[in-house]
């Protein structure tokens, strides 16, 4: 007998149908003996609602009333639940984020998960019932309000919830059937990774992969709670990420991006501070910026761009600008239409040129590399945004991602 | 400055115009000097929404699941109402039932407020802010979970709320202008009253009238609050509810309902303990009974009518059925087409003769009276359903409502 805490998303209970699909499942899990807690998020079209329904009442922000309304969404998703799984004969009930003691700091819509005190799970449990928890939602025991956890909030939450209760593992049930080893829309040979390192899916998740949020695997990572990725739908296996896995791929995946946006400023005067001049405005401004490239000065001059995500473009264009005029640079160029392609093994850390292979593949299939960041574990190159298909699919034959051998 | 406490039903919040229209109201309130509470409801047609969610999900009853799932109906109105609010530059914040310290009983869709204990209430008002919250919910103390008030909820919460915070009025806003002499879709010279007792105003909703909830009454009247019914669409003046009134009306007004069925069991043999064994039965089932008349007795045999809302007449058949054989009565017959007509007046204890002049009223419209039951302030008489508006017609003519003189 297993303790497993399973999150299912906003797609996978979408209906009335959907919501007893999970239910079965879920019975059926209960059934074979295990304990299960049940991480929802709201159903697939109810928060679009809900936004749409403060949009329609107000055009400003109301950060703490927003949190409010939100948490509506899955109240209803994880009652429905709780009826759907009673109807099959087990025992079950439905918490809020704040009746499962998910306790947050105060940063309403983007808050942090800072204890979790599991008291009302654990006694439910106790009495033999599934126990559904509202995912994305916690309490913030300084101001005693409401709070929502942001993007990837309810995978945190089950990743949070499993670490708590020291569960056996962490079962993420989405559209897809795993973690693969390219994105499978684009790429036909991509194939489902059945194990994966916390770090690797860590690099994977930032270069790109939305499989799973980041926040997720760091609480696994940290705490040691394996994550299973799988299918809500169909019974096929799915993708374990963990610590540490049977073998060290020299490229496990290939993700790539292509909702960045590059952002270079020409003609800097390469001195002590100019960095730290154009960053710290982009921090205060709440710009995340994710690659930095700084040009080989020239004759006291360089270049630096950085990439950034799209919906922060504008605002990192602005302050990139008045920096640019402060510090006597030349000006501000910015390309939208970039991607961001990374290959990320662990492997790598023993296996040197790995990072020579992906540049000669791609200068082999044409591909011009724009900028190069690297990690011990991953190596990324930005590149232009329509050759992202072509360099994927040359880089995913290259390192024998397809079950071929990989090119010497 | 006083301290008030205003409740706005699901249609007076039915959509986002109508969200702002209440906002300015409120606005326009506190900026006059007054501390303002405000109760909503859930807007007008997500109750029947997540209704019909929950039928599509599960064709069972889960109380616990269900006061989960409609409770999400007010967090969203009322993190609405308070984006509206702070959009006219007024501080607001929405509290739960539960924040706002609404303790119940245990029971699941038809909870009782056990007590209140508003100190956040207190707290934001102290901080100058307008404060929102929900209707119609609560919290258990003994078990921790969230109930529902059940029919009359969100009336009973503003009236309860008034009475714990000492407020100088309950307000109760919605879509009339008030208390009137009869009804006044079927009666074109019903008037407005202006004030009503609280006790006049109980036995007209019990009798029918369905403006106000008995529930709200019994709290204004236990603890001395004042109750303004008044259009929340409109500045037009309402009605006060209150302990005295200045002036004791013979009748104050009218009331009937159409949705009793009467039931009588015939040839009853007429021996102590029958009443019991019939009703006793009927109240473990849950059947609530109105009026009974139990006819004179002829030769040991007699016969008892009683009504029961329409909700109930399936399962009070039965039950009577059951009883009849038992207790050796002849059978059972159902009315389903009656209405109960009623007269209320405080002024009727020093008046004499008020329900003859009914009868003969009626007699004189040619009105049959199937069934009489009176209190103290009231006179109900059983009709036939076809009857309803000569007869409500003709009684307020004869008691001087419509602003003519009294038949003498």
Known sequence: MSLVVQKYGGT?????SRI???????????QAGDDVVVIVSAMGSTTDDLLQLSADVSPNEHPREMDMLLTAGERISMALMAMAIQDLDVEAMSLTGSQAGI???TTHGGAKIQDIRPFRVREALDAGRVVIVAGFQGVSPDTK??????????????????????????EIYTD?????????????SARRIE???????????????RVLMPRAVEFGMRFGVPIYVASSYRDAPGTWVKEKTMEQAIVRGIAHDTSATKITVHGVPDRPGVAAALFEPLASEGVSVDMIVQNVSERGITDISFTVPREHAEVARTTAETVASEIGAAGVDVAPNIARLSIVGSGMRAEPGVAATMFRELADAGVNIDMISTSSIRVSCVIDESDVERAVECLHRAFGLDG?????
Chains 1, 2 share one sequence.
Do not use: W, Y
């Open 404 to 408: 071929g051998t990989p090119d010497e």
């Open 195 to 209: 194990e994966i390192s916390f770090e690797e899916m860590l690099e994977l998740a930032a270069a790109g992969a």
């Open 176 to 188: 897809v059937d795993g973690v693969f080893t390219a994105d499978p829309r684009i790429i036909d």
């Open 20 to 30: 007893r699909n999970v239910a079965s499942r879920v019975a059926v899990r209960h």
């Open 145 to 170: 309000e409401i709070t929502t956890l942001g993007r990837g909030g309810s995978d945190a939450t089950a990743a949070a919830m499993a670490a708590a209760l020291g569960a056996d593992a962490c």
């Open 12 to 16: 996978s209970v979408g209906d009335a």
């Open 103 to 105: 306790l947050t700091d």
